[in-house]
Nanobody
Framework: QVRLMESGGGTVQAGGSLTLSCAES????????RAWFRQVPGKQREGVAT???????TYTTSVKGRFTISRDNAMNTLDLQMNSLKPEDSAIYYC???????????????????WGQGTRVNVSS
């Protein structure tokens, strides 16, 4: 059984930094697409960043240059380094795995099979 557990959320002032981490457990190929999503109550879940089998990353436009996704294959963890945070980054952040693809990772939540429970990020102005 695959389980994902996020940590590292909290409250930070605008301009600050946070690092989210997602711990994976269970038998799942480390080469599958991984991603971070976020969701604000009442809005659709938004893809923030993805990483594929060879470490190629993609980012939604609003976080480019500020966020960095990375994976530690030895530790089975997925991180999201978030810098220069803005109030509009406030959301619940989720890590996810697409267990069908290693390339062409998407930002669509419909393509992801495994999800964590989420960690809340609040950026105060």
């Amino acid at each position: 059984q695959v389980r994902l557990m996020e940590s590292g959320g909290g409250t930070v002032q605008a301009g600050g930094s946070l690092t989210l981490s997602c711990a994976e457990s269970g038998d799942i190929d480390g080469r599958y697409c991984r991603a971070w999503f976020r969701q604000v109550p009442g809005k659709q879940r938004e893809g923030v960043a993805t990483i594929d089998a060879i470490g190629k990353t993609t980012y939604t436009t609003s976080v480019k240059g500020r966020f960095t996704i990375s994976r530690d294959n030895a530790m089975n963890t997925l991180d999201l380094q978030m810098n220069s945070l803005k109030p509009e980054d406030s959301a619940i952040y989720y890590c996810a795995i697409d267990a069908r693809n290693q390339w062409g990772c998407t930002h669509s939540n419909k393509d992801y099979d495994y999800w964590g429970q989420g960690t809340r990020v609040n950026v105060s102005s």
